[in-house]
C-alpha cells in the first residue's frame, strides 16, 4: 500500500495512477455502499482521451470496494481507486481524492457525483469551456428548470434546494444559482491545491465552503467583474437518481453549515484567508 495524505487512506499498487503529464482531467468520483448502483458500464464506455477517474471507497460496508477494484484492474490507464478505512464523509472522500490526482499533475482536476445524475458527457463539454476560456477557474454544472432541458428532480427537493441555494448565495455575496451540483473542474494553478488542503468543517454543505475558500484566495469580486474567475454551466440533462442518501438530517446540518461558512469565511475573512495559504494556521472548529 502507498500512504496517502491521511493515514486512513491508501492506493494498491497495481491501481497506481499512470506517470505526470499522461492525462490532462482527473476526475474524483465519491462511493460509499455504491456497489449496486454504479454504473460501470456507463465509465468503461465514456470516450474521453484527456480523462481519467479516481473512484474513492468511503468506507463502504458493501462490495463497492471489491467491484471498483475489478474495473481498476481492467483498465489501470483510465481508473485507480483510494480507500478509506472508515466512513469520512463526501467531502472528505473528495478531498482525499483531489489531492492524489494532484500528485499526478494534471491541468484539470474535478468531481462528480458516483450516480451519474449529471451524465458523464458533460465532462468534455466542461473542457471545452476551460480549454476556450482561459480566464475561468472552476466550471460548474447549474440545474436550471428552462424549457427544452430535461432536468427532473422530485417537487419537495427542487424547492428545499432553491431555498438553501438563495441562501448560499446570501452567505457567499455571490450570485452563484446552484452550489449544489455534483459536477465540478478546476484548473489547477498553485491557488488549487490550497482549497483542499485541510479538511471541510462544512461537511454537509462543503461546495459552499469550497467556494468561500476559493474567494478567500482569489479576493473578493469587484463591481465590475463579480464572477473572479466562476463559471456556472446549465446542464441539458439532469436527473434524481434512486437511492440518494440525503436526508432531512442532512438537509438541516446542511443550513447549519452554511452558517458555518458566514461567520467563518465572512466575519473572519482575514484569519481565514491566510490560513489557506499558510501551513501553520488551523481553521477553528
Given at each position: 500500500?502507498?500512504?496517502?495524505?491521511?493515514?486512513?487512506?491508501?492506493?494498491?499498487?497495481?491501481?497506481?495512477?499512470?506517470?505526470?503529464?499522461?492525462?490532462?482531467?482527473?476526475?474524483?468520483?465519491?462511493?460509499?455502499?455504491?456497489?449496486?448502483?454504479?454504473?460501470?458500464?456507463?465509465?468503461?464506455?465514456?470516450?474521453?482521451?484527456?480523462?481519467?477517474?479516481?473512484?474513492?471507497?468511503?468506507?463502504?460496508?458493501?462490495?463497492?470496494?471489491?467491484?471498483?477494484?475489478?474495473?481498476?484492474?481492467?483498465?489501470?490507464?483510465?481508473?485507480?481507486?483510494?480507500?478509506?478505512?472508515?466512513?469520512?464523509?463526501?467531502?472528505?472522500?473528495?478531498?482525499?481524492?483531489?489531492?492524489?490526482?494532484?500528485?499526478?499533475?494534471?491541468?484539470?482536476?474535478?468531481?462528480?457525483?458516483?450516480?451519474?445524475?449529471t451524465p458523464l458527457d458533460v465532462i468534455p463539454q466542461f473542457c471545452?469551456?476551460?480549454?476556450?476560456?482561459?480566464?475561468?477557474?472552476?466550471?460548474?454544472?447549474?440545474?436550471?428548470?428552462?424549457?427544452?432541458?430535461?432536468?427532473?428532480?422530485?417537487?419537495?427537493r427542487h424547492y428545499v434546494g432553491r431555498l438553501f441555494a438563495t441562501?448560499?448565495?446570501?452567505?457567499?455575496?455571490?450570485?452563484?444559482?446552484?452550489?449544489?451540483?455534483?459536477?465540478?473542474?478546476?484548473?489547477?494553478?498553485?491557488?488549487?491545491?490550497?482549497?483542499?488542503?485541510?479538511?471541510?468543517?462544512?461537511?454537509?454543505?462543503?461546495?459552499?465552503?469550497?467556494?468561500?475558500?476559493?474567494?478567500?484566495?482569489?479576493?473578493?469580486?469587484?463591481?465590475?467583474?463579480?464572477?473572479?474567475?466562476?463559471?456556472?454551466?446549465?446542464?441539458?440533462?439532469?436527473?434524481?437518481?434512486?437511492?440518494?442518501?440525503?436526508?432531512?438530517?442532512?438537509?438541516?446540518?446542511?443550513?447549519?453549515?452554511?452558517?458555518?461558512?458566514?461567520?467563518?469565511?465572512?466575519?473572519?475573512?482575514?484569519?481565514?484567508?491566510?490560513?489557506?495559504?499558510?501551513?501553520?494556521?488551523?481553521?477553528?472548529?
Amino acid at each position: 500500500m502507498r500512504s496517502e495524505t491521511s493515514s486512513s487512506a491508501s492506493v494498491s499498487p497495481h491501481l497506481d495512477p499512470q506517470p505526470p503529464g499522461e492525462r490532462t482531467c482527473v476526475i474524483v468520483v465519491p462511493c460509499y455502499n455504491e456497489a449496486e448502483r454504479l454504473d460501470f458500464a456507463a465509465f468503461e464506455s465514456f470516450e474521453c482521451g484527456r480523462c481519467r477517474f479516481v473512484f474513492v471507497d468511503d468506507g463502504s460496508r458493501d462490495a463497492t470496494a471489491e467491484v471498483l477494484d475489478r474495473l481498476c484492474r481492467a483498465a489501470p490507464d483510465r481508473f485507480s481507486m483510494v480507500r478509506l478505512e472508515r466512513n469520512r464523509g463526501k467531502a472528505e472522500a473528495v478531498r482525499q481524492g483531489i489531492l492524489h490526482a494532484l500528485d499526478d499533475n494534471p491541468r484539470l482536476v474535478g468531481y462528480w457525483d458516483a450516480d451519474l445524475a449529471t451524465p458523464l458527457d458533460v465532462i468534455p463539454q466542461f473542457c471545452r469551456v476551460l480549454d476556450e476560456r482561459p480566464e475561468v477557474q472552476l466550471i460548474m454544472g447549474s440545474r436550471v428548470r428552462l424549457l427544452g432541458r430535461s432536468i427532473q428532480r422530485h417537487a419537495v427537493r427542487h424547492y428545499v434546494g432553491r431555498l438553501f441555494a438563495t441562501a448560499a448565495s446570501l452567505v457567499l455575496n455571490l450570485p452563484v444559482y446552484d452550489t449544489q451540483c455534483g459536477a465540478k473542474i478546476l484548473r489547477v494553478t498553485e491557488q488549487t491545491r490550497p482549497l483542499f488542503a485541510k479538511p471541510f468543517r462544512a461537511s454537509w454543505a462543503f461546495d459552499v465552503e469550497l467556494l468561500a475558500r476559493y474567494l478567500a484566495v482569489h479576493g473578493r469580486p469587484a463591481a465590475e467583474s463579480p464572477w473572479v474567475g466562476l463559471y456556472e454551466m446549465p446542464l441539458e440533462r439532469w436527473e434524481d437518481v434512486r437511492g440518494s442518501k440525503l436526508s432531512i438530517l442532512g438537509g438541516l446540518t446542511a443550513f447549519r453549515g452554511l452558517a458555518y461558512v458566514f461567520w467563518h469565511y465572512r466575519m473572519r475573512k482575514g484569519p481565514v484567508a491566510s490560513g489557506l495559504t499558510s501551513q501553520s494556521h488551523e481553521v477553528p472548529k
